[in-house]
């Protein structure tokens, strides 16, 4: 598999770990990452405090997730020696019992990646949001 394959693999399986509510395995999947704010400031680095963030910020239903699809798209990546970086879109869709299917946020993200003996791992992960809908059924606090 080409390494423009594994990295989007990579950015896919973000989204559907979010949606499963594996908050953990985010934490796992950005263990080798910073996590930087929008305003490109690092809010965290390492499994510990980004499996913090998470929990902090993402509310959970009674079935474990967070009741939301996020559909990624636009990716580009582009791959040198055994670095890489890679901008794609977002689109956050949540239906809850007091909250009708809609969008409640897009943005951009722009993440890098390493690549070692144990293959392609995100480096760096930011989350920019620019289009903000109800937010109130999926954040336990207001978005950095």
């Not at 959970?60 to 009741?67: I, K, N, V």
């Not at 055994?82 to 239906?95: G, P």
């Not at 019992?97 to 809609?102: D, I, K, R, W, Y």
Request: hydrophobic letters at 40%.
């Amino acid at each position: 598999m080409s390494p423009e394959r594994q990295i989007e693999n990579l950015i896919y399986r973000y989204a559907e770990l979010i949606d499963a509510g594996e908050l953990a395995g985010v934490a796992d999947l950005l263990a080798r990452a910073r996590f930087i704010g929008p305003d490109g400031e690092v809010q965290g680095a390492g499994k510990e405090e980004v499996a913090a963030i998470y929990s902090g910020f993402t509310r959970l239903y009674a079935d474990g997730t967070p009741l939301s699809q996020h559909v990624t798209s636009n990716v580009q990546v582009e791959v040198e020696g055994d670095t890489a970086a890679a901008r794609s879109c977002f689109t956050v869709l949540q239906a809850t019992e007091v909250l009708a299917l809609q969008p409640i946020m897009a943005g951009r993200y722009h993440d890098t990646f390493a690549r070692d003996h144990d293959g392609w791992h995100f480096s760096s992960r930011q989350i920019i949001p620019r289009l903000y809908g109800d937010l109130s059924q999926h954040l336990l606090k207001p978005a950095m």
